[in-house]
């Protein structure tokens, strides 16, 4: 690390890569302290610069002449020990038929997430119609119809746990939807989901969780190659037609790159939108009055979503690799070298964002965070996840009030992984709300 960086944050730091709960839990006094120490640092453990600010984020995601995104969960040192645990699972004749399958799609073209321009580009437009905003509006009704039906279930008593009761229901009911295979196998697609993000941020996974990454990955490809042949002779209005039928210049995507574009869209479309309702919940369970200044003013709820966004990143930060020698934030970097982008920190940068620690949706710029990226790989799906959020809020505050945690003084545990963020479990309790009692 920067020699300007003390002892204690690089430890505190590499806590952090090394997934212990309490930096996981509470990350930002370590951001906080590499920004005024030393915004843009190198780390050792993570193999990687470390960028904290603001501007100079920002400035590195515009930048793509300079900067690569082919490696976005970031550098290969950090897969030791997923190859070690590949290595032993390939001696395994149970395997074999899977490995064969995993093999026979490597060096597929990177796609949307880990695309450069102008395949980048070309891909983006392939697809950009899928999320067009008239599409999305026309799915306000049925996100709504959906949040509805499931917080009717989760809010029949005065309890529950906001993430298996809610948050991960209703994103994967959506996503489902949207691909066009219906919600009769939601739980088969949410462990494809579960095993597909593992690698993210989680650089020492076990055999068994390796073992489980490769079957979902074969099985999720058999599943959607079947589907994306059947939908090019026989398309509907959903997202696996639209991938399938995606032609520019009548040149249509490969299978690999269609593969990949409904991997990355079921992931994103409901990991890090489980992990945004949660925190969602949970600012609402600790925040003296924000539930009924919410309920007052209607008009907040939009910006409600945009501060949880900004206060709590879903998605902590990605990577770039550096494609020539360059400077950010004063600090030069090598051809070759991996930036990590810390969406996180910069989202709590005292020079962009007043009172940073504070959960305040009135601030004048409450849309300027990072946490769906900008520029170039700016997030596809956004109006989505944004929409999913708005329901899931007039939902919960139509139907329940005085919500708080269960047990207040719970030691909450965090998804194992330093990349994304988001709650394992929200137990909280709550009243029924009803109109009039609130004239009462």
Avoid at 219 to 231: K, N
Avoid at 428 to 439: E, P, Q, R
């Amino acid at each position: 690390m920067s020699q300007t960086t003390t002892d204690e944050t690089e430890l505190a730091l590499d806590s952090l890569i090394d997934r212990d709960q309490r930096a996981i839990a509470c990350p930002y006094p370590i951001f906080s302290q590499l920004r005024q120490d030393a915004p843009v640092s190198y780390n050792d453990k993570l193999g990687a610069w470390v960028c904290t600010r603001y501007d100079d984020v920002l400035g590195v995601l515009h930048d793509t002449d300079r900067f690569s995104s082919l490696m976005p969960t970031g550098p290969s040192t950090l897969a030791t020990a997923m190859a070690d645990a590949m290595a032993e699972l390939q001696q395994d004749p149970e395997m074999a038929e899977v490995f064969a399958k995993v093999m026979s799609q490597r060096g597929q073209a990177a796609v949307l997430l880990n695309a450069d321009p102008p395949e980048h580009r070309r891909q983006r437009k392939l697809v950009n119609g899928a999320f067009r905003p008239s599409r999305m509006r026309a799915m306000e009704p049925m996100i709504q119809e959906v949040a509805d039906r499931l917080l009717d279930e989760a809010c029949q008593g005065n309890a529950m746990e906001v993430v298996a009761d809610f948050a991960v229901g209703l994103p994967m009911t959506i996503i489902a939807y949207a691909l066009g295979v219906g919600d009769d196998d939601l739980a088969t697609f949410k462990r494809w989901s579960d095993d597909l993000v593992m690698p993210v941020g989680n650089p020492s996974p076990s055999t068994d969780q390796v073992r489980s990454y490769l079957v979902s990955v074969t099985e999720f490809s058999d599943f959607f190659a079947d589907m994306l042949e059947e939908r090019q002779q026989n398309p509907r209005e959903d997202l696996v037609s639209d991938v399938a039928n995606a032609a520019l210049d009548g040149e249509r995507l490969s299978l690999p790159e269609m593969l990949s574009m409904l991997q990355q869209f079921l992931v994103a479309g409901n990991e890090t939108t489980t992990k945004l309702l949660t925190n969602m919940v949970h600012r609402l369970a600790v925040e003296d009055g924000l539930e009924q200044r919410l309920r007052d003013d209607p008009a907040l709820h939009e910006a409600f979503v945009e501060e949880a966004l900004r206060y709590e990143a879903p998605v902590g930060g990605l990577f770039r690799q550096a494609k020539v020698d360059t400077v950010v934030g004063g600090q030069r970097v090598a051809a070759g070298d991996h930036v990590w982008l810390l969406y996180a920190a910069a989202n709590r940068d005292g020079d962009q964002f007043a009172d940073p620690d504070a959960f305040d949706p009135c601030r004048g710029n409450v849309r300027d965070h990072l946490s769906f990226g900008h520029g170039e790989h700016y997030c596809i799906g956004a109006a989505l996840a944004r929409a999913e959020a708005k329901a899931a809020l007039a939902g919960l505050l139509s139907r329940i009030t005085n919500i708080e945690l269960a047990n207040p003084d719970q030691t909450f545990e965090y998804e194992d992984t330093f990349v994304l963020r988001g709650l394992k479990a929200l137990p909280v309790t709550f009243d029924h709300y009803s109109k009039a009692d609130a004239a009462g």
